[in-house]
């Protein structure tokens, strides 16, 4: 090989599984002539192993193996979350009809008959390669996207309502133990929905919301306007593409046992929903979480797997320190313990509001054109609470 055929980058990581060290050794050779870095197994336990350390681009399995099949192999990859991703290629002499669509049923996306040519097997690795490789650049995008989008409306919530904003966080907090817990696959919808099921509540005064989240009486009005919200915030939703799911997981928030569901990926997230709504409604009343949990499972009306998951849930004990600081020693983080005023008493952030970059930007520009030595009341995360640093 020349040097300069050394120096050039790899075309990718493919692993070749077969028990026949012949077969190993011509595939490792003629991949590694075509610039892939190759990992060579005669094992499919040990190909397993190696993946979950190093997960490659792509795998090569013969299906007849001692100890473990090539069907096993493949059907264990597609159940890890990390690794289920990866292309998997048959090379095997069984070449019937019933044999590769039990192998495209167990997971794999091509199959090559034995005795193969290089050729061809060089042209089907190229080809999911580059498949390979699209979606996973699409699946960047999207996230970005996705993540723009989320963050701008979580940055709302917070602006608006910090009210809507720290019950949004302990829904988060509750949803994400139950699918941690119950080890749900791709629970990306799930997180959304918990960190958005709230916006529809922002065109709702902060009194209407607080007495109708924690079961007070309301007027038929704003019984309505808070009936409403789900229906809203999935509206805003569903005109955002990819997020059509998380639109009807909120829309489902409050009765998801109710009609059949449109999207049968959504049914699951809209009952873990709804159950970390009314698990934090409990507990904003003034209830233990174990009295929270007690209730709900004496409705009957909850999956006992979800409500095992929180058995030993508790909501993280938060202490803050009162700080009194200059708008230059702000920090992400932390909380204002007062609304902040503009010129003629314009409100420009809510008392209880999270700051981020933004939000002390915003105050570092309002706070130029009246007094930059201005001290600003917070509370600062995660020390103990005394009384306001005078300094």
Not at 168 to 185: L, S
Request: hydrophobic share 40%; proline share 5%; aromatic share 6%.
């Amino acid at each position: 090989m020349s040097p300069l055929a050394e120096q050039a980058p790899s075309q990718g990581n493919i692993m070749v599984v077969d028990d026949n060290p012949a077969n190993l050794k011509l595939l490792e050779d003629m991949l590694r002539q075509h610039r892939y870095d190759v990992q060579s197994f005669p094992r499919g336990r040990l190909a397993l192993l190696a993946a979950e350390e190093e997960p490659p681009d792509l795998i090569l399995l013969d299906i007849n193996m001692p100890e473990m099949d090539g069907y096993e192999v493949c059907a264990q990859l597609k159940q890890s979350e990390r690794l289920a991703g990866i292309p998997v290629i048959f090379l095997s002499a069984l070449d019937a009809t019933e044999d590769k669509v039990k192998g495209f049923q167990s997971g794999a996306v091509d199959y090559i008959s034995k005795p193969f040519q290089f050729e061809e097997v060089q042209a089907r690795v190229e080809t999911h390669l580059k498949l390979r490789r699209a979606q996973q650049a699409e699946h960047d995008l999207l996230e970005k996207t996705l993540g723009g989008a989320v963050g701008t409306l979580w940055e709302l919530v917070q602006l608006t309502s910090p009210v809507l904003a720290a019950r949004t966080r302990t829904i988060q907090e509750i949803a994400a133990r139950v699918t941690k817990r119950m080890r749900i696959k791709d629970p990306w919808q799930s997180d959304l929905a918990a960190t958005l099921c709230l916006v529809g509540c922002l065109a709702l005064p902060d009194d209407v919301f607080e007495r109708a989240y924690t079961g007070q009486e309301l007027s038929p009005d704003e019984h309505r306007m808070f009936q409403a919200h789900p229906q809203n915030a999935a509206r805003l939703l569903s005109k955002i593409p990819r997020l059509e799911v998380v639109a009807e997981i909120i829309r489902r928030q409050q009765e998801p046992q109710l009609e059949p569901f449109v999207m049968e990926e959504a049914r699951q997230g809209a009952h873990i929903l709804h159950l970390a709504m009314e698990m934090d409604r409990r507990i904003y009343r003034g209830a233990s979480s174990s009295s929270a949990l007690a209730e709900l499972r004496a409705t009957h009306r909850f999956d006992g797997r979800m409500l095992e998951a929180l058995d030993t849930y508790s909501p993280a004990p938060t202490e803050f320190e009162m700080r009194r600081l200059r708008v230059r020693d702000l920090r992400t983080g932390m909380i204002l313990e007062k609304d902040f005023l503009g010129n003629g008493d314009l409100l420009i952030l809510k008392k209880g509001t999270t700051l981020s970059e933004t939000w002390i930007a915003r105050l570092e520009n309002f706070a130029k054109a009246r007094d930059p030595q201005e001290l600003i009341d917070v509370r600062v995360p995660g020390t103990r609470v005394r009384e306001i640093d005078r300094r």
